[in-house]
Nanobody, 126 residues
Framework: QVQLVESGGGLVQAGGSLRLSCADSGRTFSSYTMGWFRQVPGKEREFVAAINWSGGRTYYVDSVKGRFTISRDNAKNTVYLQMNSLKPEDTAVYYC???????????????????WGQGTQVTVSS
């Protein structure tokens, strides 16, 4: 069983940085593709980034390339999202999610993600 808990959200000024963490209390973390999504009220959940089981493959939505970095530490059952040069349009609730398909890291659909965290709010002020 996968249980995901996000942390690290908050309020930051434009141009600032935040690092989100997502910890899994289960025993199978290393076998999952991990992704980060975000959602603002009234809009669909948007893919942000994903990483394969080993951490050797990553994929990003164009709007965050060069600013965000996804990484994972399988020894700590944790995935991270380092967010730099934040913009007001990055404001959203950010969710981490786990996908049992090890080849899913380059897919942007939320459909294959089986487990989700509760979300953490990121607010970027202008």
């Amino acid at each position: 069983q996968v249980q995901l808990v996000e942390s690290g959200g908050g309020l930051v000024q434009a141009g600032g940085s935040l690092r989100l963490s997502c910890a899994d209390s289960g025993r199978t973390f290393s076998s999952y593709t991990m992704g980060w999504f975000r959602q603002v009220p009234g809009k669909e959940r948007e893919f942000v980034a994903a990483i394969n089981w080993s951490g050797g493959r990553t994929y990003y939505v164009d709007s965050v390339k060069g600013r965000f970095t996804i990484s994972r530490d399988n020894a700590k059952n944790t995935v991270y999202l380092q967010m730099n040069s934040l913009k007001p349009e990055d404001t959203a609730v950010y969710y981490c999610a786990a996908n049992p398909d090890i080849y899913a890291y380059s897919r942007t659909s939320a459909a294959g993600y089986r487990y989700w965290g509760q979300g953490t709010q990121v607010t970027v002020s202008s």
